[in-house]
């Protein structure tokens, strides 16, 4: 089942996300330039820190997978639909 920017849960995690988490979110779903550096992660022009990474991680906004041998952040469908509510 895939759900929708309006699924009850992706309306309060949205909410519940701070301003910082929101421009990760954004920032991730935007660039396809990522690297880890140290603790961190340079994601477009941004870093985004090893806390905040992890935080998205938790709330399963993000994930970490490998694209030719090499890290990356995805969104999950959770994290698409929190990114697509907070585009309106």
Do not use: C, N, Y
């Amino acid at each position: 089942m895939v759900e929708s920017p309006d699924h009850r849960g992706a309306v309060d995690t949205a909410k519940s996300l701070t301003r910082t988490q929101q421009d990760a979110l954004r920032a991730i779903a935007f660039f396809r330039r990522q690297k880890k550096v140290g603790k961190g992660w340079l994601v477009g022009d941004k870093r985004l820190s090893e806390k905040i990474v992890e935080r998205l991680e938790q709330l399963e906004l993000v994930e970490e997978s490998f694209l030719r041998g090499k890290p990356v952040l995805q969104l999950t469908i959770v994290g698409q639909a929190i990114k697509a509510r907070l585009l309106h």
